[in-house]
């Protein structure tokens, strides 16, 4: 690929790091979904999804910055605990998939997240601890296999009772944890070298910025706005994905 096409390449891939991390500051998910996709334009899916892995730790970790004072840490615990190993295991199986294989299971689930939210959310369904814990585990694991899975871990938590800052603020600590152990489990299997982890570093940097813009934005939103966006994000993205595998 020429140079000059790879220079816009990278400058619309941190354009939209910037509004990804702004969203995922105002809902507490959504960036993964919205920029994995460019990514797997940009990088193929073999690179995208460590990249995304590195940048979705600096996200987080944005997050957990701006909400620090709100974390549920029994919640962290109950639910990173189980949720970490299992992402480790996701993490090896994504791992031994062809490349083709990883977009159609990405934009499958992407889709598939659509009714399966919307389903959690109208039986308004209370978690309990243990509860939480068995969340983290499923949920880790399709981290760990799929990258992108905060639309339901979001409403994991908010079925647990959290809400605003105490919702984004945990949701944030255990995703941190748990893509940290994704990005180590790549590092140990050669999956991530240091020209990788650059690049997940740079796209890292504008979801950061972006974290810290949407923490300003994050009481102005109505609860319909947030349904829609985040339903739009996940079928573009599946949409894209799916065709980026048939490509």
Do not use: C, H
Not at 99 to 120: E, K, N, Q, S, T
Not at 147 to 165: D, I, R
Not at 231 to 240: I, Q, T
């Amino acid at each position: 690929m020429p140079a000059e096409i790879l220079s816009y390449a990278s400058l619309f891939t941190l354009v939209v790091g910037l509004i990804a991390g702004t969203v995922g500051g105002v809902v507490g998910t959504g960036s993964s979904i919205m920029l994995l996709p460019v990514l797997v334009w940009s990088f193929g899916p073999k690179q995208a999804v460590p990249i995304m892995a590195v940048a979705a730790v600096m996200a987080n970790l944005a997050r957990l910055a701006a909400w620090w004072r709100e974390i549920d840490w029994r919640a962290f615990l109950a639910y990173a605990l189980p949720g970490i190993p299992a992402a480790m295991l996701g993490a090896r199986t994504l791992l031994q998939l062809p490349a083709a294989v990883i977009d159609i299971g990405l934009g499958l689930f992407f889709l598939l997240m659509i009714p399966g939210r919307r389903w959690l959310a109208a039986r308004r369904i209370r978690l309990g601890l243990w509860q939480l814990a068995l969340a983290g585990a499923a949920i880790g694991f399709l981290t760990g296999l799929v990258l992108s899975t905060g639309p339901l871990s979001v409403p994991a938590f908010a079925a647990y009772g959290l809400g605003k800052g105490a919702l984004l603020s945990t949701e944030a600590a255990t995703s941190l944890f748990i893509y940290l152990t994704k990005v180590g489990t790549f590092r140990s299997f050669g999956a991530l070298p240091l020209a990788i982890f650059a690049k997940g570093v740079i796209v890292g940097s504008s979801l950061m910025l972006g974290a810290f813009i949407g923490k300003a934005l994050v009481r102005r939103m109505d609860e319909r706005t947030f349904q829609l966006l985040l339903d739009g994000m996940m079928l573009v993205s599946g949409l894209f994905l799916l065709l980026a595998a048939f490509r």
